[in-house]
């Protein structure tokens, strides 16, 4: 359920953050944002209270890491606007967009709508811990295993009960595992499925830890060998400034497969 706590109260879920020092929390401290993000201010109490205390706890255990307010802001406007019922996340890390996600899902009431996808067993636990104890296990299945091994699609599926519609890739961050990534999921998305790619700008190359260029440069060569896929690549200004449309200077990639027989497309003859 929407929160129904005041709009006073809930903008105090962006300005105690504004405080902060640790890098997690710049995009409260900058760009005059007096205001709480559509994905937090859409928390019920109960969820928001378990959002503070994962932020205290996973700094706690090493700070860091999870997806943007931009990013997360951008999936719910899909997820949501459209009723996305089969999403496949590569790389959960300590759980934060998993929950994010899950929290979405159950505002919808759609079960088994996330099959999140990491290597790290240990993180994996934690994230699992976290999914538990926000009462998202039916919402939420979380598997360890590499998000590139070719059994991952069929193992997700299974779950899903259907194709992916949604892939959200933000898992090595590596040059040649991001290709393995789509040229894996690209083909197991469902006609007209959208896959997001965070830290795809120039800035986040450097996140590549074989220097060979990030996700980046994936995208950009496999792009060339897909030209029916429709993109978009959004860059950020690394400042976390407001010069640009989009805040986060990691990056968002948008990729859509094409429709099996748009409407209004002749029919084939047999």
């Known amino acids: 359920m929407p ?3 005041p709009v006073i109260v809930r903008t105090k879920r962006s300005t105690d953050f504004g405080p902060r020092a640790h890098r997690r929390y710049w995009w409260h401290r900058f760009g005059g944002r007096s205001y709480a993000p559509p994905v937090y201010s859409d928390l019920s109490d109960e969820e928001w209270a378990l959002l503070e205390d994962w932020f205290e706890d996973s700094q706690r255990v090493g700070a ?12 719910q406007a899909f997820i949501m606007g459209s009723g996305i019922r089969s999403i496949v996340q590569l790389g959960h890390y300590k ?12 505002r919808m009431g759609i079960e088994k709508g996330l099959v999140s996808i990491d290597l790290d067993p240990k993180i994996t636990d934690y994230a699992r811990g976290w999914v538990e104890r926000a009462g998202l296990e039916p919402y939420v299945t ?21 194709a992916p519609r949604c892939v959200i890739i933000d898992s090595s961050h590596q040059y040649a ?5 789509l040229d894996l999921w690209w083909g197991a998305l469902a006609p007209g499925g959208m896959v997001f790619l965070h830290d795809c700008s120039e800035f986040a190359r450097q996140w590549d830890t074989t220097g060979e260029g990030g996700v980046r440069r994936a995208i ?10 429709s993109s978009m690549l959004l860059e950020g200004d690394p400042r976390a400034d407001d010069s640009t449309a989009y805040a986060d200077g990691c990056g968002l990639g948008i990729l859509q497969k094409p429709l099996a027989n748009p409407a209004g497309q002749a029919e084939k003859p047999a």
């Open 177 to 181: 595992h991001t290709l393995r990534e």
């Open 95 to 106: 759980g934060y967009s998993t929950l994010m996600i899950g929290f979405m899902l159950r």
């Open 3 to 5: 929160s129904t706590t």
């Open 64 to 75: 860091g890491g999870e997806m943007s307010i931009p990013m997360i802001s951008v999936l």
């Open 220 to 229: 950009q060569e496999w792009l060339a060998r897909h030209p029916e896929a």
């Open 142 to 162: 979380l598997l360890v295993n590499d998000s590139a091994a070719p059994a991952m699609p069929a193992a997700a599926e299974a779950v899903l009960g259907r």
